[in-house]
T-cell receptor, first 110, second 113 residues
Framework: GQQLNQSPQSMFIQEGEDVSMNCTSS?????WLWYKQDPGEGPVLLIA?????ELTSNGRLTAQFGITRKDSFLNISASIPSDVGIYFC??????????FGTGTSLTVIP | EPEVTQTPSHQVTQMGQEVILRCVPI?????FYWYRQILGQKVEFLVS????????KSEIFDDQFSVERPDGSNFTLKIRSTKLEDSAMYFC???????????FGSGTRLTVV
């Protein structure tokens, strides 16, 4: 299957700090999605991106669809304890198939 | 808010037994999917289903797996003879391409002993 490399694998940050994570692929995708997963729960969609260069915000979250269509970035500003969880990127190819990244585990220290 | 419903939330089964995981996708969605997530690992694609047939499947989805949409609302994943390595969270998802992303269910935790 297609590989999505997500980094960093884990982050430990102080409450109030900003967070950045990214996802890169060897293939071009038509859609990039960012999900958050809490323990024991299914992934929940945070942001969807549909065009190269697109920058979209959802509250304190901002994500960008890379110009090359092979990468995407997620930023979280002013982190709070409830931001804790695993964040996954996912890319959709022309075959309407989604591939998930390896996840970034975020820990926010109060 | 429409949601994808999965049952049971947790199933324990003996190795070699058959299991059926059930999902009720969002009613107006046309594409259905099964994913699995082994503890601590990423979400892995198993199979996609559209127009009453499998549209794509991964190398994980071997002959032990099958999917079915027995009626207008349910979407099931059957594992014929479970192995220890089948222990994982199994997520159902559905989508309407015009809306973009998937909606995931909350998962079924399958434990094979």
């Amino acid at each position: 299957g297609q590989q999505l490399n997500q980094s960093p694998q884990s982050m430990f940050i102080q409450e109030g700090e900003d967070v950045s994570m990214n996802c890169t692929s060897s293939s071009i995708f038509n859609t990039w999605l960012w999900y958050k997963q809490d323990p024991g729960e299914g992934p929940v969609l945070l942001i969807a991106l549909y065009k190269a260069g697109e920058l979209t915000s959802n509250g304190r979250l901002t994500a960008q669809f890379g110009i090359t269509r092979k990468d995407s970035f997620l930023n979280i500003s002013a982190s709070i304890p409830s931001d804790v969880g695993i964040y996954f990127c996912a890319g959709r190819n022309t075959g309407n198939q989604f591939y998930f990244g390896t996840g970034t585990s975020l820990t926010v220290i109060p | 808010e429409p949601e994808v419903t999965q049952t049971p939330s947790h199933q324990v089964t003996q190795m070699g037994q058959e299991v059926i995981l059930r999902c009720v996708p969002i009613s107006n969605h046309l594409y259905f999917y099964w994913y699995r997530q082994i503890l601590g690992q990423k979400v892995e694609f198993l199979v996609s289903f559209y127009n009453n047939e499998i549209s794509e499947k991964s190398e994980i989805f071997d002959d032990q797996f099958s999917v079915e949409r027995p009626d207008g609302s349910n979407f099931t994943l059957k594992i014929r003879s479970t192995k220890l390595e089948d222990s994982a969270m199994y997520f159902c998802a559905s989508s309407d391409p015009s809306e973009g992303g998937y909606t995931f269910g909350s998962g079924t935790r399958l434990t094979v002993v």
